[in-house]
């Protein structure tokens, strides 16, 4: 069975500083999809930004990149220059056979 | 625009009691999921349906019955509800196909006392 483990619950960092959110999984698939979701307090959950496994390139959406290693089942979300909108939950999810499995969350505080 | 809405937003009831959450997209979407948040924020999904026919059905008590009137509403009927079933609620949808994106809704918060 697939798991995703976020080992940070909590963060805080200062405003305009970069922030890296981590990220494994387990998984015996070659091929799948990997995600991360943000949820503001408003609880929407919005798409930041997807990655393809089979995809060597990481991906990458304005401020936010990720840096997927696939070998190390490790797929990490860097934001940079953070913004005061960016407090929020991120998700980290795994995506196979339609069925989303999500991390447990991570809660950073952007900091003014 | 809204992409995926659900209604209401906030719902609080009593023990016992049966209550419906709907949800729309206007993606054109084929599947549509149903999500429940814990108050840990653990996401687990319920249920998935693509083009109205069940597809992934979880451990879920059979209280809970999602129905699907066409390929753009996922409602999820809840009876006897119980103390346990307060959580937040996310439909989600997306094209079909198992690399698809998931766009999810605004979510609705139950309380059940």
């Known amino acids: 069975a697939q798991t995703v483990t976020q080992s940070q619950p909590e963060m805080s960092v200062q405003e305009a500083e970069t922030v890296t959110l981590s990220c494994t999984y387990d998984t015996s698939e070659s091929n799948y999809y990997l995600f991360w979701y943000k949820q503001p307090p408003s609880r929407q959950m919005i798409l930041v930004i997807r990655?393809?496994?089979?995809?060597?390139q990481n991906a990458t959406e304005n401020r936010f990149s990720v840096n997927f290693q696939k070998a190390a089942k490790s797929f990490s979300l860097k934001i940079s220059d953070s913004q005061l909108g960016d407090t929020a939950m991120y998700f980290c999810?795994?995506?196979?056979?339609?069925?989303?499995?999500f991390g447990k969350g991570t809660r950073l505080h952007i900091l003014p | 625009d809204t992409a995926v809405s659900q209604t209401p937003k906030y719902l609080v009831t009593q023990m016992g009691n049966d209550k419906s959450i709907k949800c729309e997209q206007n993606?054109?979407?084929?599947?549509m999921y149903w999500y429940k948040q814990d108050s840990k924020k653990f996401l687990k999904i319920m249920f998935s349906?693509?083009?109205?026919?069940?597809?992934i059905n979880e451990t879920v008590p059979n209280r809970f019955s999602p129905k699907s009137p066409d390929k753009a509403h996922l409602n999820l009927h809840i009876n006897s509800l119980e103390l346990g079933d307060s959580a937040v609620y996310f439909c989600?949808?997306?094209?079909?196909?198992?690399?698809?994106?998931?766009?999810f809704g605004p979510g609705t918060r139950l309380l059940v006392l």
């Open positions: 349906y693509n083009n109205k026919e069940l597809i």
């Open positions: 993606l054109g979407h084929d599947t």
């Open positions: 989600a949808s997306s094209l079909p196909g198992v690399q698809e994106t998931q766009y």
């Open positions: 999810a795994f995506l196979r056979d339609d069925k989303i499995i």
């Open positions: 990655q393809e496994a089979y995809k060597q």
